[in-house]
């Protein structure tokens, strides 16, 4: 029986900590794990190895870590303890890639997971040349993509640590945006609590907002508008972000008049919102409004459909951090063990 042909015990989809933390949960409890980390982003719709903290340079608030570490490279040293305990990883060429240096960059080449089919049992799993895997149990732990402004400069200075980043309590306190004018865009809560956030660390935070009036709930508009470190700048839209090396500033139209300006900055954050990688589920799955999968209980990694779990950032609209993400992993690994071996699988 070809390794493709056979039924896994548990098949894991993504790769960021909530996927390696569960795949070293599995692995670890005997389950033989197979994962699909992913491919570096083509489309909207395809899964990143590494998750978001492949767009991290500084990750200092992960326990364990007192020098602080990148983003990837903890992501790596994730992947090698998997590996160390017997994780397989889908590749182009097999299923044990040699991750025995935790910094080398990821020079092998991860296969997607493109879709699933929960209505067979065992469940299917479609890889990218559409060959099927099967497998008796399956976890979710494909992430969520900030949503960016789509700005080539943006994407530049997010991936090489310039300044840019889509989340304040991830970066906010680095050396990088003490005491500097920084910008948050967006409008709505998220938005106002990243702003408020950033504050504690930032000579003057802007809020940079499309319309006349945030989106915000009422107190939360209000906090904006009474906290003395920070400035609405109404009807405006970042048309470029400025800068080499690090981010200088940004560029700003006018949303009713059409003027243009230039805003000197430190740093931009994007608080414009995330988008749950979930759309490969095509509906099989109970989701919410925006797309983030359902838990039948808050406690558990259960979903709408038994032998399928669900962790970290797609189930996720809160905290949206490495270390909650881990924990929910580790949670999925444990729930897919115990329903495994009450059913007599494994």
Request: net charge negative; aromatic share 8%; with cysteine.
């Amino acid at each position: 029986m070809s390794e493709a042909s056979k039924v896994e015990k548990v098949i894991i989809v993504g790769s960021g900590p909530a996927g390696w933390t569960a795949a070293i949960y599995a692995a670890r409890a005997d389950l033989n794990p197979l994962v699909f980390a992913g491919r570096p982003k083509r489309d909207p719709e395809t899964i990143m190895p590494g998750g978001q903290l492949m767009l991290t340079t500084d990750v200092e608030n992960y326990p364990g870590f007192p020098e602080g570490i990148t983003g990837p490279a903890m992501m790596s040293r994730f992947e090698q303890q998997g590996v160390r305990f017997g994780t397989r990883i889908v590749t182009d060429d097999g299923f044990n890639p040699d991750v025995s240096n935790p910094d080398d960059g990821h020079s092998y080449s991860y296969h997607d997971c493109r879709r699933v089919d929960l209505s067979q049992r065992p469940f299917v799993v479609y890889g990218e040349d559409d060959t099927e895997y099967r497998t008796h149990a399956l976890i979710i732990a494909t992430g969520a993509t900030a949503n960016w402004l789509g700005l080539e400069n943006e994407g530049r200075l997010a991936r090489s640590g310039g300044g840019v980043s889509a989340c304040a309590v991830c970066d906010g306190a680095l050396p990088t945006f003490r005491n500097k004018e920084l910008a948050v865009v967006g409008g709505g809560d998220s938005a106002v609590e990243e702003a408020s956030y950033l504050t504690k660390f930032a000579s003057k935070v802007y809020m940079i907002h499309r319309r006349d009036e945030l989106r915000a709930s009422k107190i939360m508009a209000q906090r904006a508008m009474d906290n003395p470190k920070m400035e609405i700048l109404w009807n405006k839209i970042v048309i470029d972000v400025l800068g080499d090396d690090m981010i200088s500033g940004v560029k700003l139209k006018d949303t009713k008049t059409g003027d243009e300006s230039t805003l000197p900055l430190g740093g931009l954050f994007l608080g414009i919102g995330h988008t749950p990688a979930t759309a490969f589920l095509e509906g099989q799955l109970e989701l919410d409004e925006k797309g983030y999968i359902k838990l039948k209980d808050p406690y558990r990694a259960h979903t709408s459909v038994e032998g399928v779990f669900g962790a970290g950032d797609c189930v996720d609209k809160v905290y949206r951090q490495a270390i909650t993400a881990a924990g929910m992993g580790c949670k999925a690994a444990i729930d897919a063990e115990h329903w495994l071996s009450e059913k007599g699988l494994a």
